[in-house]
């Protein structure tokens, strides 16, 4: 169960658009379409933003989306925002049934 | 309005071992899977332990297995997790979440607001 592998950061202006990837392993990402992606903000609770690689929760942005290719996962944040700026999380189903998610990254709006 | 409320975090001692509880309200508690997912002080977050809301199936990190133990009281609503054999390295603020839409764990869509554990010599 090795996390995931995510940029430790990444940042852009207001209006611009981010991508951050999230690369694993054919036993996880590459298995099976069961990547999910959250945003944290500081202090609080993470917050679903993304599952099944690019389905959108209900009251989600639809600035946010996903995708994947083999291996590795994307989610990208379109028409950055102030409120944007806080750490994004992957995460995927991983060999046994498990889960494993990505290190992490922080995304600054500057 | 979902709600899920975790109790039970605190100071123990290593070996020791501790019981969380999410006490959870405003959905169908026993048709959906549930998880804990655990963050360290500074840290990333890592998945710890999920059971399944079709038939209660658990499943456990390589970290945990064997020392956890999560378990659902569907009469209370209330999800578990028995933590024995408690190591520095499992201090973290522990989350409770529930899967968005189904029986299974691979999407969480609601989460508590956390409680500490702090283990420690």
């Known amino acids: 169960q090795s996390a995931l592998t995510q940029p430790a950061s990444v940042s852009g202006s207001p209006g611009q658009s981010i991508t951050i990837s999230c690369t694993g392993t054919?036993?996880?990402?590459?298995?099976?379409?069961?990547v999910s992606w959250y945003q944290q903000n500081p202090g609080k609770a993470p917050k679903l933003l993304i599952y099944?690689?690019?389905k959108r929760p209900s009251g989600v942005s639809n600035r946010f989306s996903g995708s994947k290719s083999g291996n590795t996962a994307s989610l990208t944040v379109s028409g950055l925002q102030a409120e944007d700026e806080a750490d994004y999380y992957c995460?995927?189903?991983?060999?046994?049934?498990?889960?494993?998610f990505g290190g992490g990254t922080k995304l600054t709006v500057l | 309005e979902v709600q899920l409320l975790e109790s039970g975090g605190t100071l123990v001692h290593l070996g020791g071992s501790l019981r969380l509880s999410c006490a959870t309200s405003?959905?169908?508690?026993?048709?959906?899977?549930m998880s804990w997912v655990r963050q360290a002080p500074g840290k990333g977050l890592e998945w710890v332990s999920s059971?399944?809301?079709?038939?209660?199936?658990?499943y456990y990190a390589d970290s945990v297995r064997g020392r956890f133990t999560i378990s659902k009281d569907n009469s209370k609503n209330t999800l578990h997790l028995q933590m024995n054999s408690l190591r520095a390295e499992d201090t973290a603020v522990y989350y409770c979440?529930?899967?968005?839409?189904?029986?299974?764990?691979?999407?969480?869509?609601?989460w508590g607001q956390g409680t500490l554990v702090t283990v420690s010599s």
């Open positions: 979440a529930k899967n968005y839409e189904s029986s299974g764990f691979y999407e969480m869509g609601a």
């Open positions: 405003g959905f169908d508690f026993y048709n959906y899977g």
């Open positions: 059971i399944s809301g079709s038939d209660g199936s658990t």
């Open positions: 054919s036993s996880d990402i590459g298995e099976k379409n069961l």
């Open positions: 099944e690689v690019i």
């Open positions: 995460c995927s189903y991983a060999d046994s049934r498990t889960l494993v």
